[in-house]
């Protein structure tokens, strides 16, 4: 089944702690990005990749770091979480040209 | 700052209504456009692509004006299970309206 994965799927952490959440998608899609969703802020982008090696700032970036070593795998890393990255986050692929993404089902992130 | 704006909602309507969605962007040399659906809490799912022409997928129709800047989503005869909230998207770069809540009530 063509799927983006994301784990985990809840997670509750201690402020400075640092964790990873990763994501695997299975489409060979070229384009993965990281976002985080809060109430009435809708979605926010993070970081985006167009394919290995190659990422970029998203709206949203400080306090995170991703790397896109392989073209299936885009983990997003928190170095020293802090409570303002409390929030549900969503990875999401695509291929190139116009079609729309295909998400992971969620991350939800509690940093306290 | 590239900018797509939807009305929050919530529309509160009754099973079997017609409801309409509208959606502006600012970005005059967007490319594409979508709706996606989000349940609460979970990831957003793609409804349909909208096409220039308008383009229709059983009970749902998207419209594109171009000239406007502007996307609208009708549903007719609501479900109970077309509850949630939809997100108007917007291609290249992508970016996400904040969504419209709809409660179609029984």
């Known amino acids: 089944e063509a799927q983006v994965t994301q784990n985990p799927r809840y997670l509750i952490t201690v402020t400075g702690k640092k964790l990873t959440v990763t994501c695997s998608q299975n489409?060979?899609?070229?384009?993965m990005s990281w976002y985080r969703q809060d109430p009435g802020l809708g979605l926010r982008q993070i970081y985006y990749s167009m394919n290995v090696e190659v990422t970029d700032k998203g709206d949203v970036p400080e306090g995170y770091k991703v790397s896109r070593k392989e073209k299936r795998n885009f983990p997003l890393i928190l170095e020293s979480p802090s409570p303002n990255q409390t929030s549900l986050y969503f990875c999401?692929?695509?291929?190139?040209?116009?079609?729309?993404?295909?998400f992971g089902s969620g991350t939800r992130l509690t940093v306290v | 700052r590239k900018e797509v704006e939807q009305d929050p909602g919530p529309f509160n309507v009754p099973e079997g209504a017609t409801v309409a969605f509208n959606c502006t962007y600012s970005n005059s040399a967007s490319q594409s456009f979508f709706w996606y659906r989000q349940d609460c809490r979970k990831e957003p799912k793609l409804l349909m692509s909208v096409y220039s022409s308008g383009n229709e997928d059983g009970r749902f129709t998207a419209q594109l004006n171009r000239a406007s800047q502007y996307i609208s989503l009708l549903i007719r005869d609501s479900k109970l299970s077309d509850s949630a909230t939809y997100l108007c998207v917007v291609n290249t770069p992508l970016v996400f309206g904040k969504g419209t809540r709809l409660s179609v009530i029984a």
């Open positions: 489409m060979n899609h070229e384009y």
């Open positions: 999401a692929s695509r291929t190139g040209g116009s079609r729309g993404y295909t």
